[in-house]
């Protein structure tokens, strides 16, 4: 019934349902119910999220023929963001199928954008797996598309990582790195700690429930800084 729900929602029907069913396991319920949080979906979050970025990228390669590589990374990191996959997920209702343990369920989880949109690059990464490239790219359009076609009209807010690498780009740094500089607690209820450096400088830190949230508050961090400093 879950798997019949959910691809009606994502408009694939996939052989084998399996693929489908871990994608939509969050690493709560995989410990609360399976007994191991390592049967939640985080292994094919990690394949998504690679192949979201390489479907967008040709995707926009495509529709902006005349544009030129910095916009086509500014447009990216906008419509790839955790906010946009995330409220784009819900907007469908993937984030009714997905699997939460009891605590997650309790604390709203379901409407978490984290944990939403890394549900969404899961499931992009069982559809590639079952169907190959052509499918995935199907479903990031279906996602995406409304999207896409804000951020290419400029109503699409960025995010805090779009918005120091465009600071980046705009001022001459060269290097924005992130680093996971801790991990805290048990697998099931994990908490993760970045920093950003630009040039080498740590210029802000941040922490949250999943390494691209604890990132994005580290991009937040330094653009405080800058903000208050106005020079690295």
Do not use: W
């Amino acid at each position: 019934m879950l798997c019949t729900e959910a691809e009606k929602i994502i408009g694939y029907e996939f052989k084998d349902k399996s693929l489908l069913e871990t994608a939509l396991t969050h690493s709560s319920y995989a410990n609360d119910y399976l007994g191991d949080s390592r049967k939640g979906n985080e292994r094919l979050e990690f394949l998504g999220d690679a192949v979201l970025d390489a479907v967008m990228a040709l995707v926009l390669y495509r529709r902006f023929p005349d544009r030129d590589e910095g916009y086509l990374t500014k447009i990216r990191a906008e419509i790839v963001c955790e906010k946009a996959l995330g409220e784009a997920a819900i907007a469908l209702g993937l984030n009714e199928m997905i699997l939460l343990g009891k605590g997650e369920e309790a604390k709203g989880g379901r409407t978490r954008l984290s944990i939403v949109s890394d549900a969404a690059e899961a499931v992009i990464a069982a559809v590639y797996l079952d169907g190959g490239a052509e499918a995935a790219t199907a479903l990031v359009k279906r996602l995406l598309e409304p999207t896409l076609e804000a951020a290419a009209a400029g109503a699409l807010p960025s995010d805090y990582k779009t918005e120091l690498q465009i600071y980046c780009q705009k001022h001459g740094h060269q290097t924005i790195k992130y680093e996971i500089i801790a991990e805290h607690g048990p697998d099931h209820d994990k908490s993760f700690s970045a920093q950003v450096c630009v040039d080498g400088k740590v210029l802000g830190t941040g922490e949250g429930h999943t390494k691209k949230q604890a990132q994005i508050q580290a991009a937040r961090s330094a653009l405080v800084y800058l903000e208050e400093n106005g020079v690295l």
